[in-house]
């Protein structure tokens, strides 16, 4: 039982559409992360969440929103999906930052064509 | 900002050899932290090391977290094939503590 899900694992999508990539875990962690990861790039910082409501922006968050209702949800929308996005989206959640490390998702492998 | 560079970029070994890996950074690093990431799955920490000279064990890996507070090491000592996959360092960014991460390691091991 993992305390961390992403959906979907996968997800083939068209130029200009938006997407919705969801996190949700059941550790109720304060902080949330949402990672890109691309060969060459290795794990790349888009948006991060440190509580309801408050999220703030990473290195490379263009392109990309973000939402948290809820605790145990983390929500990262492409607005109008780019080639340039397709990538592998990992999901993280942690309990005090980085001190103790981060628990990742299995995550998302997006392809935008 | 705080940077982590990590060497060997890939390696390939044969079955039954030991491994080592570096971490290294211009800045200090108060924790030290290693994952390894499997083929379609998400990175799985598997070493922290909060003190410098700290060296911690787990199985077959044993981690280093460097006097100078700059570098970090890890070993695995007789490789099987389920070693397989990406190492990383990463540590908490002394500003924000979120984690930086190194680009990996990359180990292939032939049976």
């Known amino acids: 039982d993992a305390g961390i899900t992403q959906s979907p694992r996968h997800k083939v999508t068209e130029t200009g559409t938006p997407v919705t990539l969801r996190c949700h875990q059941t550790e109720n962690h304060r902080y949330m992360y949402w990672y890109r990861q691309d060969p060459g790039h290795g794990l790349r910082l888009i948006h991060y969440s440190y509580g309801v409501k408050d999220t703030d922006k990473g290195e490379v968050s263009d392109g990309y929103s973000v939402s948290r209702s809820k605790t145990e949800d983390f929500l990262l929308t492409l607005e109008s999906a780019t080639s340039s996005q397709t990538s592998v989206y990992f999901c993280a959640i942690s309990t005090r930052q980085g001190l103790y490390g981060y628990t990742f998702g299995s995550g998302t492998r997006l392809t935008v064509v | 900002g705080q940077q982590l560079n990590q060497s060997p970029q890939s390696m390939f070994i044969q079955e039954g050899e030991d491994v080592s890996m570096n971490c290294t950074s211009s800045?200090?690093?108060?924790?030290w932290l290693w994952y390894k990431q499997e083929p379609g799955e998400g990175p799985v920490l598997l070493i922290a090391?909060?003190?410098?000279?700290e060296l911690t064990s787990n199985g077959r890996l044993t981690a280093q977290f460097g006097i100078t507070r700059k570098d970090s090491f890890l070993n695995i000592s007789a490789s099987i094939p389920s070693d397989v996959g990406i190492y990383f360092c990463?540590?908490?960014?002394?500003?924000?503590?979120?984690?930086?991460f190194g680009k990996g390691t990359k180990l292939t091991v032939n049976p």
């Open positions: 800045s200090i690093f108060n924790t």
């Open positions: 090391l909060y003190k410098a000279g």
């Open positions: 990463a540590g908490p960014n002394r500003g924000s503590e979120k984690l930086v």
